[in-house]
């Protein structure tokens, strides 16, 4: 009997806790989606998607056997969106709220600094996330250029993009995984300061490094540490997956790297405050 | 309701609060007083858990604020000062967020705020966006936030700075009425405000409390306290001679000669002793004309300046 109610106190806390976290999940994601922000972003990332397909149907005249996504993805203007989508999805997260006060109100809300910050990692995530589904449509939307090509011209023009299912599965888990990484180290740099523009200048300095150390291998040949190099290529594992192979590596990279960066995170707030 | 026990902060080399232990209890309306920089924000934003102490703690409806933050959060209202606020949110979803913040579900949200938006008087501005509104609007914003959930306890810091003399009145009156069934502290350094509706006062100075009680038991003890003035027509030797001698005096000090042989002595007496009697009866004896009379009441404003000037 005693453990059933302390089983009950238990599930209660969670459900509380769970539904506070839900409560600040939900208006840091109507802060991207119910501003002009967001929409900004979302619609500069579709444009930017869009040259991506266009570099696609160039490279695809010479028949690389590859396919669509790793085409999209091995793409110099991929490479832009890449770095630059995560220092302007995160960095209002804490430096915004830092210099307008309102952390302080956050703060002395019956809330924790880790419901805080587990609430707005998921909403910058989730905004991350629904950046990348407009790509669903591509291959729907060559279905309509062929309709249009043929109803106007009266010629079967025959543009294909397929859905390859390991391609495009294998696009969208290393899209999330490196996502939810970067997003956490977005985060990471908006909490240390409460300058937008600081916050995104040292996240998007931080995204370079991590790109450059990735092809280090490129620079320097093979050299007893390289493997070391070869397993946090982002650029690497993008090759990978978009091939359809999909590989456990960068899931315990990427999990444990989002782990530690987001504690780090909520040490860093916590930090902040005892100092000021 | 609320208990400090050796508060401490330093910022670096500088120490803000300075050992500050002190009691509220349960439905006072405690006026913080001190010049500014003098430690008022920081003992508050302590106790909200906003700042870690150095030393010491503190708690809150029994829940201390290092061991048990969140608990000890539930029982408070915090309005900070300059209100900061999410300048693209509307009122009302502003306040029924922060409602659900503070753990409010499902039916009570809505009762919660509607009560907070007639509280305060927000009715007219619900659905404005709250970069839109004036400066007092916003101060009752962040009054409503503090309400919600209806805590026990109410941190306001200068609830009334920047107001108008209309607006300052009706906030004075809506913490007036929110006494009954909350305890306040609020900070300030506008002493009439202090006077006129808190119950206890405490004086931080240089980061120390300097006094912690009823405005009129800390008017009482101090030396302005039995200050006489009087303005009589007559011979000045004889009645300054006479009122020395007289046991409570301390010293006459003759203040001015007015035209037509009027004279005004200021006389220092032992706090709490009242020399008007004696002085009209000095004065009535030898003939002399008296037509004014006036024992000094000290207010808050004496206090305040002999606990924290600094000459």
């Known amino acids: 009997m005693k453990n059933d109610t302390t089983l009950n106190k238990v599930k209660r806390n969670l459900v509380n806790y769970l539904s506070t976290l839900w409560v600040i999940y939900l208006k840091e994601l109507r802060g991207y989606l119910c501003v002009p922000f967001g929409w900004v972003i979302l619609t500069c990332t579709m444009g930017i998607q869009g040259l991506m397909l266009q570099a696609v149907l160039e490279t695809m005249t010479q028949a690389t056997g590859n396919g669509v996504m790793f085409h999209m993805m091995d793409s110099l203007f991929f490479l832009l969106l890449f770095i630059f989508i995560f220092p302007l999805i995160t960095m209002r997260t804490f430096a915004e709220e830092e210099r307008l006060g309102t952390l302080e109100g956050l703060l002395t809300a019956p809330v924790t600094t880790t419901q805080i910050l587990l609430g707005k990692y998921f909403a910058a995530y989730s905004f991350y996330l629904i950046i990348w589904l407009p790509m669903l449509l591509y291959p729907w939307m060559s279905e309509i250029g062929n309709l249009y090509t043929y109803t106007r011209y009266g010629e079967h023009c025959e543009t294909t993009i397929t859905y390859m299912l390991a391609d495009w599965i294998g696009a969208y888990s290393i899209l999330a995984l490196t996502g939810a990484f970067f997003v956490a180290l977005g985060i990471l740099c908006s909490s240390v300061t409460r300058s937008q523009i600081i916050a995104a200048i040292f996240c998007t300095c931080l995204m370079i490094m991590y790109y450059f150390m990735g092809r280090v291998t490129e620079l320097w040949g093979e050299f007893p540490a390289a493997p070391i190099f070869h397993y946090i290529s982002w650029s690497e594992q993008f090759k990978a997956f978009t091939s359809g192979a999909l590989d456990t590596r960068p899931l315990v990279l990427y999990l444990t790297m989002t782990i530690c960066t987001l504690a780090l995170t909520k040490r860093l707030v916590d930090y902040r405050r005892w100092t000021r | ?311």
Request: with cysteine.
């Open chain 2, 1 to 311: 309701m609320v208990v400090a026990e050796h508060l401490h902060k330093t910022f670096g080399r500088f120490t803000a609060v300075k050992d500050a232990s002190f009691r509220i209890e349960k439905g006072e309306i405690v006026g913080f007083l001190g010049p500014n920089g003098a430690g008022k924000t920081t003992t508050m934003k302590m106790l909200t858990g906003y700042l870690p102490p150095t030393a010491g703690t503190a708690s809150i409806a029994g829940h201390d604020i290092l061991d048990e933050p969140v608990e000890s959060r539930r029982h408070l209202g915090y309005m900070p000062e300059n209100v900061p606020l999410y300048d693209d949110m509307r009122v009302t979803d502003y306040l029924i967020y922060r409602a659900q913040l503070k753990g409010l579900r499902g039916g009570d949200v809505r009762t919660q705020v509607g009560y907070v938006i007639d509280k305060c008087g927000l009715e007219p501005k619900r659905k404005n966006l709250i970069s839109t509104l004036s400066k007092g609007y916003r101060q009752r914003v962040g009054l409503a936030d503090a309400l919600l959930g209806k805590p026990d306890l109410l941190i306001l810091d200068e609830p009334t700075n920047g107001l108008d003399p209309n607006q300052i009145r009706q906030i004075r009156e809506l913490i007036r009425s929110l006494a009954e069934d909350h305890t306040v502290i609020l900070s300030t350094h506008i002493l009439s405000e202090v006077e006129m509706i808190c119950n206890k006062v405490i004086i931080i100075d240089q980061g120390e409390i300097k006094a912690a009680d009823t405005p009129l038991n800390l008017t009482r003890g101090l030396r302005a306290a039995g200050r006489v003035s009087i303005e009589f027509k007559g011979d000045l030797d004889v009645v300054v001679k006479e009122l020395e001698a007289f046991a409570p005096v301390k010293k006459v000090i003759v203040e001015e000669t007015l035209p037509g042989g009027w004279h005004r002595l200021l006389v220092r007496a032992e706090p709490g002793t009242d020399t008007r009697e004696k002085a009209a009866a000095i004065t009535a004896a030898h003939g002399f004309a008296t037509r004014h009379i006036y024992r000094h009441i000290p207010s808050l404003e004496d206090v305040f300046v002999e606990m924290t000037r600094r000459d």
